[in-house]
T-cell receptor, first 115, second 112 residues
């Protein structure tokens, strides 16, 4: 298995531009998580899905952030418009519900820089 | 929601010494406690986990202890090596259906 795949690995964009981050979870995993990592705030949960349905998006910072999961093998996190304070590493992770209490596998992350 | 506190934020030990990282959690319904290691520029990866029906778990030089009454759990690394240098994250979660809530991380430096 190739693991969780994220793209792009690095993204540099100008303030005000739209940014789309992509994630392919591990096949057979029914949970998908988006985390943001910064030095100040550590690993923050933004949103997670179960069977493609958003379960909890209370961690999404503001309306500029949106996430979708159109099918079991693909998810996007979009920021529009982007701001410098959105600069961070964004991780996607996936896990399965059976057997219960199993680990979450992380992708390589997308390092976003907004200038 | 769950709140996970982790201490210390940085830890420096000499090679061969032991390192201990401690975490507390707030949600008494949490029953899964993984530890992740993140090397510089890499993804977090699971190194050990413990479930609430167990008080201690060991894997070679790494051990985790859990005190459900006090709502705290700890990571113990013995005979540390330079390659143990990384950021370590604790996390807590209820049954499947809930996301992992992470501590802020501990930056461990093992000096030769």
């Amino acid at each position: 298995d190739a693991g969780v795949i994220q793209s792009p690995r690095h993204e540099v964009t100008e303030m005000g531009q739209e940014v789309t981050l992509r994630c392919k979870p591990i096949s057979g995993h029914d949970y998908l998580f988006w985390y943001r990592q910064t030095m100040m705030r550590g690993l923050e949960l933004l949103i997670y899905f179960n069977n493609n349905v958003p379960i909890d998006d209370s961690g999404m910072p503001e309306d500029r952030f949106s996430a979708k999961m159109p099918n079991a093998s693909f998810s996007t996190l979009k920021i529009q418009p982007s701001e410098p304070r959105d600069s961070a590493v964004y991780f996607c992770a996936s896990s399965r519900s059976t057997p219960p209490l199993t680990e979450a596998f992380f992708g390589q992350g997308t390092r976003l820089t907004v200038v | 929601g769950e709140n996970v506190e982790q201490h210390p934020s940085t830890l420096s030990v000499q090679e061969g010494d032991s390192a201990v990282i401690k975490c507390t959690y707030s949600d008494s319904a949490s029953n899964y406690f993984p530890w992740y290691k993140q090397e510089l520029g890499k993804r977090p990866q699971l190194i050990i986990d413990i479930r609430s029906n167990v008080g201690e778990k060991k894997d070679q030089r790494i051990a985790v202890t859990l005190n459900k009454t006090a709502k705290h759990f700890s990571l113990h690394i013995t005979e540390t090596q330079p390659e143990d240098s990384a950021v370590y994250f604790c996390a807590a979660r209820r049954l499947s259906g809930y996301a992992l809530n992470f501590g802020k991380g501990t930056s461990l430096l093992v000096t030769p």
